[in-house]
């Protein structure tokens, strides 16, 4: 993944070692160093942060350092339900954006090929939600499916849907959100594999007698896993750790709360910092190790 | 994440006003044109509701920028021009303070990452230098973060050193996580630059420095352009970790997650209609110079 692309260069100059390790120092050091101050230390004062205690006779959201692991059995303990709903629904909306970006990336991709314009509109089309706000969009949806939106209320009147049931505050309505706002994440790196399938080795397929099924599932589908991995894994990332979906003012109610909410409502909140770094360091071990199995199974390492 | 790296190429791609065809690497060959069947349709229809779909929310929130509501923007009662004419007027100009504040934090971030996220790709790609992939992954575990991860490590480092959090801590966080897009989008754009024209350039005995200015930067310009974009693009709309690291300074996101709860005044419509449109006009702009150029080098060559 993208340090594939990091690390797959191809060195031009011939070296002239002293000087241009002098030169590559200064163009690196300024950068790097910014990335361990605010994002590696950062990750390290998480974990500390997660291991504090509560200061004895201390204030609300007044802690010390200690080794008090109790906190992970604490918020594992209390937010178990939170974490398997945040990987659930990740899950689901990954399943659904890939179902809905593949034929989309096929058809800009492959068919549309011949028309570069077209495939530059369409494509400016697929980003276009990135230009508006991501939290007016997903008002815009609660607003469109709300109870008494015309959507909803015509599926009621053909009995389509219970005449007491809603959908904004469900599980399905986060879920909804959440393909929504990552569909553009999962149909870009898509495209970007598609774009560059070589049909012949699909014409090849077919004059061997294979039916267009087979073709789509022995050569299309292996031909175009690198963007199938990279787009769901850039879907269940965020998708995971979201917390604007699932909120109750937007498409989430009571019980659809998420991982992120707990984590914002502890740090911001409760002022239970611990806590909420408890969570994060969780969230992001999980998906760590979730990305290395994926990767790993679908056997793109060469990739990473 | 090449991913990552591919989905913001092609991003990219789209504001360059040339060459994005390196970027995006070679054309694959053209499928063989197949005789008309019923089935040839299914795809291109698809396509077309795949994509009103897509724009459905856009075109709500704009129709709504022109609803004469009062406080709540929920119900439709009526058309009129009065929110886009006075945008600032509602709530002692609160969306537009918000507004400014985020064009401020995504100009500044986008300097600040652009011309760090630069230099490491020129490096990158040019140099050999030890810890290389220690420093691959340096930069791309950002991109794999959670973005309530890295707003609340941050917010986790800013309490521990008892920094307050203000526009500062904003900026520092929104440079953080931009550095590695421009990375990915301007490497591609190094990794793709002719050697054979610097050596034009130092041929000619045009000084290392000269050589940069004159030759190395201009041709790097369009990458560095869409990188900084995406990177402004990237800032403007952040609202997750912008939240862990605001205090008690409005974005233009978090006005928005604030106000949800009691209702979002048509300004705020307004302003993201205004700067969809700014924003599509741009890359549509691009887009179709590029075309034109493209159709004109095809006449010559």
Request: aromatic fraction near 12%; include cysteine; glycine fraction near 6%.
């Given at each position: ?37 605010f994002f590696l230390t950062p990750l390290v004062s998480l974990v500390?942060t ?226 909420a770094a408890?969570?994060s360091i969780?969230?992001m ?20 | ?141 950002p991109?794999?973060t959670?973005e309530v991860v890295l707003g609340a490590g941050l917010a986790a480092q800013f ?14 966080a929104?440079?953080m ?64 970790i912008?939240?862990f690291n ?56």
């Amino acid at each position: 993944m993208a340090f594939a692309a990091f690390s797959s260069t191809s060195v031009v100059a011939e070296p002239a070692p002293r000087k241009k390790s002098r030169i590559a120092l200064f163009l690196l050091l300024p950068g790097i160093l910014y990335l361990v101050l605010f994002f590696l230390t950062p990750l390290v004062s998480l974990v500390l942060t997660s291991l504090q205690a509560p200061r004895e006779f201390g204030d609300i959201g007044q802690y010390d350092y200690a080794f008090n692991w109790q906190n992970y059995v604490q918020v594992v303990d209390a937010y178990w339900p939170h974490i398997l709903r945040s990987f659930g629904y990740a899950l689901a909306a990954t399943v659904f954006a890939l179902a809905f970006s593949y034929p989309l990336a096929y058809f800009i991709g492959v068919k549309a090929r011949r028309w570069p314009l077209l495939q530059s509109l369409m494509l400016v089309l697929v980003i276009a939600p990135f230009f508006i706000s991501f939290l007016l969009r997903t008002l815009a949806w609660k607003q469109l499916l709300s109870d008494e939106s015309f959507v909803i209320t015509s599926l009621k009147a053909l009995s389509l849907m219970a005449p007491d049931a809603h959908f904004t505050g469900t599980p399905a309505a986060v879920i909804f959100g959440l393909t929504y706002n990552f569909i553009p994440f999962m149909t870009l790196p898509l495209f970007t594999t598609l774009e560059r399938l070589d049909t012949r080795y699909l014409e090849a397929g077919s004059d061997l007698y294979a039916s267009p099924f087979q073709v789509f599932r022995k050569v299309t589908i292996p031909l175009s896993m690198p963007g199938i991995v990279a787009g769901t894994l850039l879907t269940f990332i965020p998708a995971a750790g979201d917390y604007v979906n699932a909120s109750r003012d937007f498409l989430g109610g009571a019980d659809t709360q998420m991982i992120g909410n707990v984590i914002e409502a502890n740090f911001l909140v409760l002022q239970n910092y611990p806590a909420a770094a408890a969570l994060s360091i969780i969230l992001m071990a999980v998906i760590l190790v979730i990305v290395g199995v994926y990767v790993k199974r679908s056997g793109t390492e060469e990739l990473l | 994440m090449s991913g990552e790296g591919q989905a913001g190429t092609v991003v990219a791609g789209l504001f360059e006003t040339e060459n994005a065809e390196t970027a995006r690497g070679s054309r694959a060959p053209l499928p063989r044109p197949r005789r008309w069947s019923p089935s040839s349709w299914i795809l291109p229809a698809y396509a077309i509701l795949a994509f009103i779909f897509l724009l459905i929310p856009i075109a709500y929130t704009f129709i709504f920028s022109f609803n004469d509501s009062l406080k709540s923007n929920i119900s439709w009662r009526g058309f009129t021009f009065d929110k886009w004419l006075n945008v600032c007027a509602v709530q002692n100009g609160a969306v537009c303070e918000a507004f400014a504040n985020s064009i401020v934090i995504g100009v500044v971030a986008t300097v600040v990452a652009t011309i760090l996220g630069t230099m490491i790709a020129i490096a990158i790609v040019r140099y050999r230098f030890r810890a290389r992939s220690g420093i691959s992954l340096l930069l791309f575990l950002p991109m794999a973060t959670p973005e309530v991860v890295l707003g609340a490590g941050l917010a986790a480092q800013f309490l521990a050193f008892g920094v307050p959090k203000d526009m500062l801590t904003i900026i520092l966080a929104h440079t953080m996580f931009c550095i590695s897009f421009v990375v990915v989008t301007v490497k591609a754009r190094v990794a793709s630059l002719d050697p054979a024209l610097e050596e034009a350039g130092r041929d000619l005995y045009g000084s290392p420095t000269q050589v940069f200015l004159r030759v190395t930067f201009p041709l790097l310009l369009p990458g560095i352009i869409a990188a900084a974009l995406l990177s402004f693009a990237l800032s403007f709309d952040d609202f997750i970790i912008t939240n862990f690291n605001s205090g008690s300074v409005m974005t233009f996101p978090k006005y928005i997650y604030i106000s949800a709860s009691r209702g979002i005044p048509a300004e705020a419509n307004v302003i993201a209609s205004a700067v969809f449109l700014f924003a599509i006009a741009l890359v549509l702009v691009a887009q179709i110079s590029q075309a034109a150029r493209r159709r004109k080098l095809a006449k010559q060559g």
